[in-house]
């Protein structure tokens, strides 16, 4: 049986590559790199891995081709993508596609960190609560409900909170402000301290804010889907996307 190796990093950038090796290995963790998707792929085929860190733009072969072969050959290892910040679009395209989450170029030791302890812990999570049916959710991790009066109310899955661990402390964006489909709208430090940002599902201009949850945080655990919702928001470009959403009829 092949030894278990904790993350397959596929980029071709090298400066990428030896930095998430240089965090990887000074957290303990085991980790191989290549710098293309067939050798990454070759190495799916081959070995075992906790965790995948695959960037969108490959030569060659992109990190979507990536994901469709891992699926065509029952490689359930969860995958985050690294994408540039100018491409947010590829990045919810990743996450509808079956990506569990995306850590934005260029990115901080924090942000590989936290994003890094997501992915290993998110394979054990299988027992999660689905969000409700009248929901649409950003991959595994933010989710968007869109009531009668066309407000979005805007939180968090009950999985990604799982893969966060216990919630320390909640910073909101302030009211009146734009928010971006796929970009951060609040952060998360947690007890272990690890800070984990929200990435927001839709885009739109925050209404009001749940302001409960500065003092009580831990709704968003207790209650992800009810009063732990993060923010009211008018949405900006609704029918484009809520199309790339992922109704919460369809299981993880």
Known sequence: MS????????????????GVCRVCEA???SIEAVGDATSG????????????LCDVMLPEFDGFHV????????????????TGCS???NAVTALKDGAIDFIPKPFTVDE????????????????????????????????????NNGIGLVGVTDLFMKTVLAVKELSFFDANRDLIQAAPCATLSAQDSLVHD????????IVARNEQLLSHPELLEQDPYSSGWLYQIVPTNLAYELNHLIPCTQEY
Request: one cysteine or more; charged letters at 30%.
């Open 198 to 205: 929200i990435l927001c599902p839709l885009s739109g201009t």
């Open 67 to 82: 994901l469709g072969k891992m699926k065509e050959l029952g490689i359930h290892t969860p995958v985050i993508m690294i």
């Open 112 to 147: 590989l960190e936290s994003g890094i302890q997501r992915g290993l812990r998110y394979q054990k999570l299988i027992d999660s609560n689905p969000c409700p049916r009248e929901f649409h959710r950003l991959g595994r991790l933010s989710w968007v409900k869109i009531e």
């Open 41 to 52: 792929l070759e190495k799916l085929r081959k070995g075992v891995y906790r965790l995948v």
């Open 27 to 29: 957290g303990g963790l």
């Open 3 to 18: 030894k278990v190796v904790d993350i397959l990093v596929i980029d071709d950038e090298q400066v990428v590559r030896e």
């Open 87 to 89: 491409t947010l679009q």
